[in-house]
């Protein structure tokens, strides 16, 4: 699976952006997608989830009611729409993927087999 970020720029504080993840490949639709971030100086952290069918959904504390992931399999993409965006928002954002991730291990990266470039998302005061 090959994956494709963009979307990512420069926002001021309370805007939105829409990222998109378009991937590679004839079985997106039996895929888990998530978004992580990586600040500078940071660790990479979860950002939010999708299973598969699209039917459910989690996502970090810090995005949660703010940040809304969708999917649509017929395109083979996955988007995070973040709104109300704030400075600490500022970070590389990554599409990631898997086909044998568990529920109860969404939020770990080591659970991702595959990985998009990222995409920069600068959120200015």
């Known amino acids: 699976v090959q994956l494709q970020a963009s979307g990512g720029g420069l926002v001021q504080v309370g805007g939105s952006l829409r990222l998109s993840c378009a991937a590679s490949?004839?079985?997106?639709?039996?895929?888990?997608m998530a978004w992580f971030r990586q600040a500078p100086g940071k660790e990479r952290e979860f950002v939010a989830v999708?299973?598969?069918?699209?039917?459910?959904?989690s996502y970090a504390g810090s995005v949660k009611g703010r940040f809304t992931i969708s999917r649509d399999n017929a395109k083979n993409t996955v988007y995070l729409q973040m709104n109300s965006l704030q400075p600490d928002d500022t970070a590389v954002y990554y599409c990631?993927?898997?086909?044998?991730?568990?529920?109860?291990?969404?939020?770990?990266?080591?659970?991702?087999?595959?990985w998009g470039q990222g995409t920069l998302v600068t959120v200015s005061s």
């Open positions: 490949g004839r079985t997106f639709s039996t895929i888990t």
């Open positions: 999708i299973s598969s069918s699209g039917g459910r959904t």
């Open positions: 990631a993927a898997s086909r044998t991730i568990i529920r109860s291990t969404w939020p770990d990266p080591q659970g991702y087999s595959y």
